[in-house]
């Protein structure tokens, strides 16, 4: 069974549509993350929501919203996309308390 | 916050020989240091971990090392074989955080 899955995995669209991607962990983690890469591999964090809660919130703009419906579940839906949007998006689980990170596979959103 | 420096950002080495991988970083509150390994077109995956308490700490080939007064660690891969050609990613995390704060990564690079 795949511990943190996350569909699609690939996502091309046209720039200002909204797309939504969806995260779901199997583990029993109670945080979840949302981090995106892009081209040069940087890996930066987005949100992160610890049962529910969100309690990390970058700098992101407020087009990317994130929705957690239950622990297990951490949603990234993002409005009026735009070219820099493109990039890998990776959610992630972790136990909490300096755990490590669980990844899912991965999203590549490509905005054309 | 926390800032994590890792170099080098490429690394060739012949099979067989040793590869280190050098991180940094600038919050003294960190207490959790994981290393990631990311194959092309995968998601990173969990190879390593050190906590503060610990100076070192060896798995089969794989080792890492961690000064906390000088707030830097290492990872080191003896008898690197071509498999280990991936990109690496230190991360630091500041106690009581659930920020995971990652390196910009070393292409490492195993010639047969």
């Known amino acids: 069974d795949t511990a943190v899955s996350q569909t699609p995995k690939y996502l091309v669209t046209q720039m200002g549509n909204d797309k939504s991607i969806k995260c779901e962990q199997n583990l029993g983690h109670d945080t979840m993350y949302w981090y995106k890469q892009d081209s040069k591999k940087f890996l930066k964090i987005m949100f992160s929501?610890?049962?529910?809660?969100?309690?990390i919130n970058e700098t992101v703009p407020n087009r990317f919203s994130p929705k957690s419906p239950d622990k297990a579940h951490l949603n990234l839906h993002i409005n009026s996309l735009e070219l820099g949007d493109s990039a890998v998006y990776f959610c992630?689980?972790?136990?909490?308390?300096?755990?490590?990170?669980?990844f899912g596979s991965g999203t590549r959103l490509t905005v054309v | 916050g926390e800032n994590v420096e890792q170099h080098p950002s490429t690394l060739s080495v012949q099979e067989g020989d040793s590869a280190v991988i050098k991180c940094t970083y600038s919050d003294s509150a960190s207490n959790y240091f994981p290393w990631y390994k990311q194959e092309l077109g995968k998601r990173p995956q969990l190879i390593i971990d050190?906590?503060?308490?610990?100076g070192e700490k060896k798995d089969q080939r794989i080792a890492v090392t961690l000064n906390k007064t000088a707030k830097h660690f290492s990872l080191h891969i003896t008898e690197t074989q071509p498999e280990d050609s991936a990109v690496y990613f230190c991360?630091?995390?500041?106690?009581?955080?659930?920020?995971?704060?990652f390196g910009k990564g070393t292409k490492l690079t195993v010639n047969p």
């Open positions: 992630a689980s972790s136990p909490g308390a300096g755990g490590g990170y669980t």
């Open positions: 991360a630091g995390l500041r106690g009581g955080s659930e920020k995971l704060v």
């Open positions: 050190i906590r503060s308490n610990v």
């Open positions: 929501y610890n049962n529910k809660e969100l309690i």
